[in-house]
């Protein structure tokens, strides 16, 4: 976990660059689990047999399990205010995915802030940019505009 930033030196982390991360294993399990939380059964996601017949060989994690999985990776390289109350997604400008995660590959973010704006007093808008890696690929599985709000003691 980071060394938590005052709230002057988060206000003011606007081009600060984090990470990477910790390299995280995607494996069939957890695309599974995934898909019966989310009833998203494709074949492509869930029957190793059916996708060896896809251009990708093989099953691979959903979009929206690559996209959920920031959350936990974001968290190991992102310092926080000390003050901090709570954080909320407030979504996102923009997402593209790249390329597939393939079963068992492991993946790892980095991220940039791109913008910190006090909305009120004690509540940050941050607009970052979160950059998914897939070990051993050049091309990126998502590049992502990701926007959060920051609650701090005041």
């Known amino acids: 976990m980071p060394t938590p930033l005052s709230v ?16 995280m294993k995607v494996d069939q399990d957890r695309i599974n689990l995934f898909a019966d939380a989310t009833g998203d059964h494709q074949f492509i996601h869930v029957d190793p047999e059916g996708a060896k017949n896809t251009p990708f060989g093989t ?3 959903h979009g929206f399990l690559s996209l959920s999985l920031l959350v936990p990776l974001i968290s ?9 109350k709570m954080g909320v997604n ?4 923009k997402l593209r995915f790249l390329q597939p995660v393939k079963v ?5 973010v980095k991220s940039k802030v791109l913008d910190v704006v006090e ?5 940050f808008l941050t607009t970052t940019e979160v950059t998914l890696e897939i070990k051993g690929e ?15 003691d005041t």
């Open 90 to 93: 407030y979504g996102l400008n």
């Open 59 to 61: 099953t691979i994690a």
């Open 104 to 108: 068992d590959s492991e993946i790892r």
């Open 8 to 23: 002057d030196e988060f206000r003011n982390s606007k081009g600060a660059e984090y990470g990477p991360s910790d390299w």
């Open 76 to 84: 190991e390289i992102t310092p926080l205010p000390e003050n901090k």
């Open 138 to 152: 050049k091309t990126p599985a998502l590049i992502a505009e990701w926007l959060g709000m920051t609650f701090v």
């Open 119 to 123: 909305k009120r007093p004690g509540q």
